[in-house]
């Protein structure tokens, strides 16, 4: 299962999957393109290894890198409490 974490202001959104048993996270990002259809990346914390990048450029990839060493403590706390609704309680 993927619960959504983040949505940015071009679209972009950010889902992650619940921890696995050896402790990895997925983390899906996916952008909206008129071109191409959509952009995407997954990344397995919390190596933060990316596999499948699709369509993004370096600066946007950058971004994303960034967006998640900022975010990672808090993505794998969710994954681990069924989302971010969850750990939320709403």
């Known amino acids: 299962m ?13 889902t992650h999957s619940e921890m696995r048993e050896d402790g990895s996270v997925k983390v899906y990002i996916e952008t909206p393109d008129e071109r191409d259809g959509f952009h995407d990346a997954t990344c397995f914390l919390p190596g933060y290894r990316w596999t499948d990048v699709h369509g993004y450029s370096e600066e946007e990839m950058e971004r994303f890198r960034q967006l998640l060493c900022n975010n990672a403590h808090l993505i794998l706390e969710f994954s681990q409490k069924g989302g971010v609704l969850h750990a939320a309680n709403f």
């Not at 993927?2 to 950010?14: A, G, N, R």
């Open 2 to 14: 993927m619960y959504p974490f983040l949505t940015l202001d071009d679209d972009t959104e950010i």
